[in-house]
């Protein structure tokens, strides 16, 4: 099955810095690579998502990237700001119904 | 908007009790996944529902067992409950077909604690 590994655990940057995570997968079947983030005891909520078809994708201070040839993808923030400090997940499947493996997800604290 | 409808959103049951948990996904979204998260841990697939069918299995116990009605509610059943199973267990729903993003869709999550 798919394996997502998830780098760095927690990552701490000051206010208005980039933040970078990546994520590594096994599975050259999965296409459909999504970011989430959570609050905690809250639910997982989308913020970006990339198919294997497409190379880079950003949405105002949020961009991901994805090499289909390493396997990996990353998450890039920019500009940062207090209200992104949470855990993020990245994900990776087949598609369809297929479930998604997540990786054990990112820290981010961001300091004033 | 209408979002994915879980219940209840806490549980708390003795060990080799039984639970049940229901969902109710968005209308006209024609797939359910089931995720169990437990502390600090990131979410596990469990199971999902295409269609009323099971289309994938993922790391769900035997004691599990899970299915989607006519009117694309699902329930997860576990029995036989151990400590390890209290976690946060999320549904998740997305329409496949259609025109849209078929972005997932989370539940705010029920709540298990075993004791």
């Known amino acids: 099955g798919e394996n997502v590994e998830q780098h760095p655990s927690t990552l701490s940057v000051q206010e208005g810095d980039s933040a970078v995570i990546k994520c590594t997968y096994s599975d050259s079947a999965s296409n459909y690579f999504p970011w989430y983030k959570q609050e905690l005891g809250k639910r997982p909520q989308l913020i970006i998502d990339i198919r294997s078809n497409v190379g880079e994708k950003k949405d105002q201070r949020i961009a991901v990237t994805l090499n289909k040839t390493a396997k990996h993808f990353s998450l890039h923030i920019t500009e940062t700001q207090p209200e992104d400090s949470a855990v993020y997940f990245c994900a990776a499947s087949e598609g369809g119904a297929d479930g998604l493996t997540f990786g054990k997800g990112t820290h981010l604290i961001i300091q004033p | 908007a209408a979002g994915v409808i879980q219940s209840p959103r806490h549980l708390i049951k003795e060990k080799r009790e039984t639970a049940t948990l229901k969902c109710y996904p968005i209308p006209r979204h024609d797939t359910v996944y089931w995720y169990q998260q437990g502390p600090g841990q990131d979410p596990q697939f469990l199971i999902s529902f295409y269609e009323k069918m099971q289309s994938d299995k993922g790391s769900i116990p035997d004691r599990f067992s899970a299915q989607q009605f006519s009117d694309y509610h699902s329930e997860l059943n576990m029995s036989s409950l151990e400590l390890g199973d209290s976690a946060l267990y999320f549904c998740?729903?997305?329409?496949?077909?259609?025109?849209?993003?078929?972005?997932?869709?989370f539940g705010e999550g029920s709540r298990l604690t075993v004791l």
């Open positions: 998740a729903s997305r329409q496949l077909g259609g025109s849209n993003t078929g972005e997932l869709f």
